[in-house]
């Protein structure tokens, strides 16, 4: 290895950061969504029950599908949803979008659920919602705080009322046997704070 002189190191070190050498980036943090790929207009991509070739089948994904959500991957192989279920589908055919996780904002879709009791959370333009059973609670939204780390889903949505936090991790809502790929905590302020948890999705 050779060992840089002193006066080269002492000059790198003193280049702009916009011209020193970049650290390589992740491409995507999941969950994220992709659009399917290089698979024939008149065949499917298959969605097998765990991450093998020789699995079962158990649903199919159109050839111009877009916009699937993959909430985990592991040797080469992505878990999707399914009806009331998830499986696993070869990442080979499938091409990330980079249009998902902008600087403080969320995408299309985000919304998180939970039970216990049942409830929901979502964006819709200024205003954020809440629902439990026979109420809607929409209010004004305050802010969307996001990690700062490029792509990265973990997001924080502040109301007059309330601050949602929802963390990339594997969840599951207790009822299905899907599998979501962000933990929700959603905290109601006021003179008796209280606490719900759930899952949050991006897919439409």
Known sequence: MRILAPMVLAAILALPLAVRPAHATQEYYLPTLFDVADVALDDVLNIRLQPDANSPVIGTLPPDMKGVEVVEETRGWGRVNSGEGSGWVSMRYL???????????????????????????????????????????????????????????????????????????????????RMYGMQATLIHHGDQPSMQTGCCLIQE
């Not at 985000?110 to 333009?125: A, I």
């Not at 929409?138 to 929802?166: Q, W, Y």
């Not at 594997?170 to 299905?176: H, K, Q, V």
């Open 95 to 177: 091409t990330y979008r980079v249009d998902v996780w902008e600087p403080g904002e969320l995408p299309e879709h985000f919304r998180c659920l939970g039970t216990e009791p049942f409830w929901g959370f979502s964006v819709d333009g200024g205003e954020v919602v809440h629902t439990e059973p026979d109420q809607t609670s929409p209010e004004p939204l305050k802010a969307i705080l996001d990690s700062g780390v490029f792509r990265h889903p973990l997001r924080t949505v502040i109301s007059d009322t309330m601050t949602l936090v929802a963390v990339p991790q594997l969840c599951s809502d207790g009822m299905s046997d």
